[in-house]
């Protein structure tokens, strides 16, 4: 059982990484991909916190880093969602028209569910 909820996971990261790598391309070639925090595109923030708890993910240690760092995405997720449901901010859209912070919210939210499902099933046992 474990072992599915780790092949889950990676599918999760795959999809994530994919997805803000292709913003994080197109920041860099346009300088319009993202949103900002000062200087620093908030894609590449949300690349960088899918890259390390994915290392630590297949790994299999360093849950510390894994869950920081999706801690980190969830709440700049979190805020962009919010701000984007009120009319305050723009988020990047998906090529069906869905706002990525709404995906973005959602995969980090089920990254740290899944993760920790699989580490209270393998500490149950």
Same mark, same amino acid.
């Given at each position: 059982m474990s072992k599915n909820y780790f092949k889950i996971i990676n599918v999760f990261f795959v999809i994530g990484i994919f997805g803000a790598?292709?913003?994080v391309i197109t920041e860099f070639a346009t300088g319009n991909g993202c949103p900002k925090f000062g200087a620093v595109p908030a894609c590449?923030?949300?690349l960088i916190c899918f890259?390390?708890?994915f290392i630590s993910h297949l790994l299999k240690k360093w849950n510390l880093i *894994?869950?920081?760092?999706t801690g980190?995405?969830? /709440? =700049?997720a979190l805020v962009a969602s919010v701000m984007q449901f009120i009319g305050n901010?723009?988020?990047?859209?998906?090529d069906s028209g869905i706002p990525m912070? *709404?995906?973005s919210l959602l995969i980090?939210?089920? /990254? =740290?569910t899944l993760k920790k499902i699989q580490l209270d099933y393998v500490n149950y046992k």
């Open positions: 790598g292709s913003l590449l923030i949300i890259i390390l708890p *894994y869950f920081l760092f980190i995405a969830t /709440l =700049i901010a723009e988020c990047p859209k998906s912070c *709404y995906l980090f939210t089920s /990254l =740290i």
